[in-house]
């Protein structure tokens, strides 16, 4: 029992500022409350809000929207360049593998003011489209509603492509190479090849791609609250951004947090399913 | 990892993709380095190149954003949060997995289900939980939640290092006779060395990078992390993007420099945390 004594501390501290919040998010959505006055029961009304007020769908809606940028496009991207990548071992591999990581370590909120700047009208992107004949395309991007998302969406992207590439590396690496002799004499291309080995070989670190990258989509603040505040009007709010504006803008502590138990929820119910999907088959 | 390659990559297009990859991985940098060196006040356009560089933006941007103030504060919160995160998260794991507690798989399934809770949902009563207790605006209101928050991940991680440490060392510390604290501290703890070395990073690094908990919790920047500041810092100087530019190079530098220099750590303790996250 003495050993009790060991996971107290760390148990203490989780069912303080981790259990207790948690439960305190779902017993603050059943009430109407300013933060600082009485509140008032209103039962299922502020899960209603969530569910019917286009704001609030709106940022649930942008969260998946941003799956496409965070988890489909970087964990594809990743794929090819490790694929194309692998067994590359020459200095420039361990060059390029120092840089790709770099997303990783900087803070979120200079990554999002760097690629502010690159999005401004006059800002790098445009002045390179204008430079190479294609001025047609340059636009405000991050205040034009239809690319405001894909835009904050691609810095996902670039955030995560990394990664990602260094995962899949690190699993293909892995892979038996008589596999791919076997692939050889069955006279299997390099297209084939990939399907046939590579991708299942990598099944583990796939999972491990898809997880993360999906977390980070539906939990995106930081890159949000730097480049647009969810704006222009509602265009990219997301879950994330859109709790921190009920709860310290409105002082609408019990929308928030029906918000915020929603969130909770959406993250399980995508990453459940994912863990199960790719567990079973190894 | 074996370096044995039969099937050789096809050598041009990896590296043309990998180029590509590392081009548009640097462009934000570039950018943001080469709009931080024009003049100052004037309003940049994408593709000019600084002439002279005016490298005295960074001298302005390092007064102006109070960049030691800021490095100290970031420091303290490193040091009030990682020593103690990592304290608790090794000893819970030693009893859940060493010592073998009653009710150990219910345990470690309650810090597991803390893993896919965004920091989001939690901020609000965080928020409230830390003014009742008279927290909020010092820095216990963030170091507290960020200790907190970091137990799942970190018992996690070290429940995997302890699960695979050979069962030989803890039965030889019982035959030993020494008690389970003197096993731990004298015979674990130089095992699971690399490992704690990881986690040490790792949380150094989230705290440093820490946004949203220093967001709310603190009114002052200059007490916040980095991060915090200079979303703060963006703000303030809306109107002077050269100046901005040049806070975000200096606050990124130091977390980029660090990483170069313990690259390797880096890297496998990023990779692994991933994974086992």
């Known amino acids: ?282 | 990892m074996s370096t044995i390659r039969t099937s050789p990559p096809r050598p041009w297009t990896g590296r043309i993709v990998l180029f590509l990859l590392v081009i548009i991985t640097l462009a934000p940098f570039v950018a943001l380095i080469g709009t931080a060196l024009q003049p100052s006040g004037t309003v940049p356009t994408g593709l000019t190149i600084p002439s002279p560089p005016h490298f005295e933006n960074f001298v302005t941007a390092f007064q102006v954003a109070q960049l030691p103030t800021l490095m100290f504060s970031s420091a303290l919160l490193v040091v009030m949060v990682v020593p103690a995160a990592i304290l608790l998260v090794v000893m819970a794991a030693y009893g859940i997995v060493q010592l073998r507690i009653p009710g150990a798989p219910f345990v470690f399934l309650l810090f597991l289900l803390g893993l896919t809770i965004p920091y989001e949902s939690l901020i609000t009563p965080l928020y409230y939980l830390m003014r009742d207790a008279h927290l909020v605006n010092t820095r216990f209101a963030i170091a507290l939640p960020l200790i907190a928050l970091y137990l799942p991940f970190g018992v996690f991680w070290m429940r995997a290092h302890f699960l695979g440490v050979p069962k030989e060392l803890g039965e030889a510390a019982s035959i030993d006779g020494a008690g389970s604290w003197k096993a731990l501290r004298y015979i674990h703890l130089p095992v699971a060395a690399p490992a704690i070395a990881s986690l040490a990073v790792l949380f150094s690094l989230w705290t440093w990078n820490q946004f949203i908990i220093a967001l709310v919790m603190m009114d002052d920047p200059l007490k916040r992390t980095v991060a915090g500041a200079l979303g703060a810092f963006q703000g303030e100087h809306s109107t002077d993007l050269v100046l901005i530019c040049a806070a975000a190079v200096l606050m990124m530098l130091p977390t980029i420099l660090v990483f170069i220099f313990l690259q390797k750590l880096f890297v496998s303790a990023l990779l692994q945390g991933s994974v086992k996250g």
Not at chain 1, 62 to 91: D, E, H, I
Not at chain 1, 249 to 270: E, P, T, Y
């Open chain 1, 1 to 282: 029992m003495s050993g009790w004594l060991y996971v107290l501390p760390a148990l203490g501290v989780y069912a303080w500022l981790v259990i207790q919040p948690f439960a305190l998010s779902v017993q603050y959505s059943f009430y109407q409350w300013n933060g600082i006055g009485p509140s008032k029961w209103v039962g299922f009304d502020n899960y209603i809000e969530v569910f019917s007020d286009p704001n609030r769908l709106g940022a649930i809606a942008n969260a998946f929207k941003l799956m496409f940028f965070y988890t489909v496009l970087a964990v594809a991207l990743a794929l090819l360049a490790a694929a194309v990548t692998r067994g590359m071992t020459s200095r420039w591999g361990r060059v390029s593998q120092t840089v790709l990581f770099l997303p990783q370590v900087i803070p979120l909120v200079g990554a999002g003011i760097a690629w502010e700047w690159l999005y401004q009208p006059q800002g790098p992107i445009n002045e390179t489209l204008r430079a190479i004949g294609l001025g047609a395309l340059a636009k405000p991007w991050l205040s034009d509603f239809d690319t405001a998302l894909p835009a904050v969406g691609f810095v996902g992207t670039w955030l995560l492509i990394g990664l990602c590439t260094m995962l899949l590396s690190t699993g293909m690496g892995k892979i038996d190479s008589t596999l791919y002799d076997a692939a050889k004499v069955d006279g299997a291309g390099p297209v084939r090849e990939f399907f046939a080995v590579t991708l299942p070989g990598v099944r583990a670190e796939l999972t491990v791609c898809v997880t993360v990258t999906l977390i980070a989509a539906l939990a995106s603040f930081d890159v949000v609250y730097v480049m647009t505040k969810g704006g222009p009007g509602v265009a990219t709010m997301v879950p994330g951004m859109d709790i921190y504006t009920i709860a310290f803008a409105q002082n609408r502590i019990g929308a928030a947090s029906a918000m915020a138990v929603v969130l909770m929820i959406l993250v399980l119910i995508v990453v459940i399913p994912v863990q199960r999907l790719m567990a079973e088959k190894r």
